[in-house]
Every structure is written in structure tokens, then in C-alpha cells.
């Protein structure tokens, strides 16, 4: 069974910054793309970034220039590096991964984390 674990999240002041970590755990062979994605309530779940398995990233335009998707491939981890954090970056984050299961089959499985909150107030 496949596990996405995520930490992070919390209470930051506007202009700080937090760290998000996701660790993919379980019988796999490895993840292939990777990222994150935000929801607030009321509104539909949007992408923040992501992360290939070759290290290609792409962002949300709300988010360039300020957040940082990486991986660690040998940890099957991905992190997002947030700088400069708004108000409205407030919002429940979760971790996406696109696993393969055995090196000899290219089929992927779409899995999420419980997600993390990211509050930013003053």
C-alpha cells in the first residue's frame, strides 16, 4: 500500500516562509511526476507545481518566482520551498504522485496525501 506522508504546514506571518515535505512510502518501484496542489473551501482543488521525474518543473503563475518545487529521488520525496508567503496562499496543500510499481511496466497510479494546512496571518 502506498503512503504519501506530507509536513510542513502551519502559521506564518506574511513574507515568511515554510517548507513542505512529502515522502512516498510503500512497495513501489518509484514515483514519476510528482507535486502539489492547494484548496481553499468553497473552491475547486488548483495546481501549485510540479516536479518530473527528470527534475522539470512547471508552477502556477500565483506562485512564480516565490515557491520552489525539488525532489530527492533516492527518498522518493518532494519538497516546496514557499518564500514571501500572501494571505492568499492560505489553503489546505496536498501532495500528488504518479507511481510506477515495477520496472518492467510504464503503467502509473495517481495517488494523494491527507494534506496539510498552510495558514498566513498576521
Known amino acids: 500500500q502506498v503512503q504519501l506522508v506530507e509536513s510542513g504546514g502551519g502559521l506564518v506571518q506574511p513574507g515568511g516562509s515554510l517548507r513542505l515535505s512529502c515522502a512516498a512510502s510503500g512497495s513501489i518501484f518509484r514515483p514519476n511526476a510528482m507535486g502539489w496542489y492547494r484548496q481553499v473551501p468553497g473552491k475547486q482543488r488548483e495546481l501549485v507545481a510540479t516536479?518530473?521525474?527528470?527534475?522539470?518543473?512547471n508552477y502556477a503563475d500565483s506562485v512564480k518566482g516565490r515557491f520552489t518545487i525539488s525532489r530527492d529521488n533516492a527518498k522518493n520525496t518532494v519538497y516546496l520551498q514557499m518564500n514571501s508567503l500572501k494571505a492568499e496562499d492560505t489553503a489546505v496543500y496536498y501532495c500528488?504522485?504518479?507511481?510506477?510499481?515495477?520496472?518492467?511496466?510504464?503503467?502509473?497510479?495517481?495517488?494523494w496525501g491527507q494534506g496539510t494546512q498552510v495558514t498566513v496571518s498576521s
Open positions: 500528488n504522485a504518479h507511481i510506477r510499481f515495477s520496472s518492467w511496466s510504464t503503467r502509473e497510479y495517481e495517488y
Open positions: 516536479v518530473t521525474s527528470g527534475s522539470s518543473t
